[in-house]
């Protein structure tokens, strides 16, 4: 089975800090997503990367850097947390099929991060 | 762009009734994949079903079912004789052109 880990479950930090979210994956895929999850908004993607050291901006990335140094870890980093910026926090990985698309993605189990 | 609506936000069944789950996307690709996964209250989403683009036929998966039309870029979901075990939020995506995209999700509440 694949498996999807992120560091932490539950997170409390304070407005200004820096704030790292680790995500480690265990099947070799290419693909690797950060996503938030806030209610009526659904998921909105803040980075994606498709190879170690490549990434990609999503649809959010304000606020946001990623870093990819492995293949299987792949780290959300806050540079200055913001009140704004409490959500759940989804990591997810996916392969790329031979047509070009990414398969279906894999979620780790979320953290729930609030800054204060 | 990818997109992806489900139109409605929450729906509420008796035990043992029937629901469906609208899904309807656009894109430009002509390769895509789509996607329906559940995230029950625990909070990891759960993968169940993907589709690609070149195959419309639909599929059954026990009390679960999707019907893919392409014509009416659609992708809709239906679960029969729904049980309390449910109760999940449910939610389609799209896979293409560098976008992994998902709707918004449908709370579905099944009451006992």
């Known amino acids: 089975d694949v498996k999807v880990t992120q560091s932490s479950r539950y997170l409390v930090k304070r407005t200004g800090e820096k704030v790292f979210l680790e995500c480690v994956q265990d099947?070799?895929?290419?693909?690797m997503f950060w996503y938030r999850q806030d209610p009526g908004l659904g998921l909105r993607l803040i980075y994606f990367?498709?190879?170690?050291?490549?990434?990609e901006k999503g649809d959010i990335p304000e606020g946001y850097s990623v870093s990819r140094e492995k293949k299987e870890r792949f780290s959300l980093i806050l540079e200055s947390a913001s009140t704004n910026q409490t959500s759940m926090y989804l990591c997810?990985?996916?392969?790329?099929?031979?047509?070009?698309?990414?398969?279906?993605?894999?979620f780790g189990q979320g953290t729930r991060l609030t800054v204060v | 762009a990818q997109k992806v609506t489900q139109a409605q936000t929450e729906i509420s069944v008796v035990e043992k009734e029937d629901v469906t789950l609208d899904c309807v996307y656009e894109?430009?690709?002509?390769?895509?994949?789509l996607f329906w996964y559940k995230q029950p209250p625990s909070g990891e989403l759960v993968f169940l079903i993907r589709?690609?683009?070149?195959?419309?036929q639909n599929e059954i998966s026990g009390r679960y079912s999707w019907n893919f039309q392409k014509s009416t870029s659609s992708f809709n979901f239906t679960i029969t004789a729904s049980q309390v075990v449910d109760s999940a939020v449910y939610f389609c995506?799209?896979?293409?052109?560098?976008?992994?995209?998902f709707g918004k999700g449908n709370q579905v509440v099944v009451i006992p």
């Open positions: 997810a990985s996916s392969l790329w099929s031979l047509q070009g698309a990414w398969t279906e993605a894999f």
């Open positions: 099947m070799d895929h290419e693909n």
């Open positions: 990367s498709y190879d170690v050291k490549m990434k």
């Open positions: 894109t430009r690709d002509t390769t895509y994949y």
């Open positions: 589709r690609n683009s070149f195959d419309e």
């Open positions: 995506a799209l896979s293409g052109n560098n976008r992994l995209a």
